[in-house]
């Protein structure tokens, strides 16, 4: 009996092997063990972080990738996602405008890109675009590329309708950000004005029009350790190739301005399941990092591979100088525009037909 009960509730230094093990080998967790990873106490933090880090290290070395949001248009959203200060209804007093031009936009992205950023995240408030909406994106990558022919563009708009995701493509944007946020289980209790299942169409519908899918969450929310798993294992379904991790910032005047729920510790162990389960893709520390991981910042980018740089959608971040700083502290270094993000393997995931109908090979049957 003594037998059983010690298979069945590992001590941490046994799941963590385990982990690290699956983990080099491309293998997500069970639901098991990343319940008990997300039970670990305090004491084996640093323990769960060096097992983390040792993935990272793996699939992307000491390397630490920039972003930076340019916020093309802000509050004002019918919406009512509870996290969030432009929802309908916001008392926050976040800043309010429409679209910006797009030679505002291609202002912001070259100061990002002189500050280190590799990534530059279009992103505008709403439901979802219209095909009037969708013209002005398409111009204003038109103006950002311009300026920065190398810079990775990734848009983040709403619940996009079929053949927006393709003129995004056509026009130069890279990836789609649409994050899950929560679980299944919880999502009603954060929005009513749209469902969790019109998000999961989303993600698929940029991922469907050859665009990078970059889909996340948002944690400290009143999520329970299964809410978060299930989460985790949902969007490792969905195969994205960036997963930002954000940590509600509450905003008062919103639903969850009085949530503060999260300890710098229980961040790191959730950044770690997110490593585990996507050993060798960008898991990007996001919103929230600064009051929420507060001075275990720097063990935060021992587990996530990528970052935001300064400031959010409508809250302040970081001064960027102070990013930099701390990643050199931290003994990383800031990747480069002409540095491959993602290991060699996901790229060579798609691979042509050369077998069975219309080859002289037989089918792979």
Excluded at 112 to 137: M, N, Q
Excluded at 220 to 249: H, K, Q, T, W, Y
Excluded at 279 to 286: G, H, I, N, Y
């Amino acid at each position: 009996m003594l037998r059983f009960m010690t298979n069945q509730t590992p001590p941490t230094a046994q799941l963590l092997a385990a982990l690290t093990d699956q983990s080099l080998r491309r293998e997500p967790p069970t639901r098991e063990q990343a319940l008990a990873l997300l039970a670990t106490g305090d004491e084996d933090i640093l323990d769960v972080v060096a097992a983390a880090g040792r993935i990272r290290r793996e699939f992307f070395g000491r390397r630490v990738k920039l972003n930076l949001i340019v916020n093309l248009k802000s509050g004002l959203c019918p919406e009512d996602c509870s996290y969030c200060s432009q929802r309908l209804g916001s008392a926050s007093g976040a800043l309010k405008y429409s679209w910006i031009s797009p030679a505002a936009a291609a202002d912001t992205a070259e100061r990002a890109v002189a500050g280190g950023a590799k990534r530059v995240c279009l992103v505008a408030s709403g439901r979802g675009p219209s095909e009037k909406d969708i013209t002005r994106v398409v111009d204003t990558i038109d103006a950002v590329k311009a300026r920065q022919p190398d810079v990775e563009v990734c848009v983040c708009l709403g619940l996009l309708k079929a053949g927006q995701g393709e003129r995004l493509r056509d026009a130069g944007a890279l990836a789609y950000n649409h994050n899950l946020n929560t679980s299944e289980g919880q999502y009603e209790a954060i929005c009513t004005t749209h469902t969790y299942a019109d998000r999961v169409d989303t993600v698929q519908r940029a991922q469907g029009a050859g665009l990078s899918p970059c889909s996340g969450a948002i944690f400290g929310m009143g999520e329970s350790d299964v809410d978060i798993v299930d989460l985790a294992l949902r969007l490792r379904d969905l195969d994205p190739d960036s997963v930002p991790i954000n940590f509600l910032i509450p905003f008062e005047g919103t639903p969850l301005g009085g949530q503060w729920q999260l300890t710098p510790q229980r961040c790191l162990r959730i950044l770690a399941l997110f490593r585990f389960t996507f050993p060798d893709v960008e898991v990007r520390l996001a919103g929230g990092r600064e009051i929420h991981l507060r001075t275990l910042q720097p063990l935060a980018l021992h587990i996530a591979n990528s970052m935001f740089l300064g400031d959010y959608l409508t809250s302040e971040g970081q001064p960027g100088a102070a990013d930099l700083a701390m990643i050199a502290d931290a003994g990383l270094v800031v990747e480069g525009a002409d540095t491959q993000t993602l290991p060699d393997a996901r790229h060579d995931l798609v691979v042509l037909r050369r077998r069975g109908p219309g080859t002289h090979l037989p089918a792979n049957a």
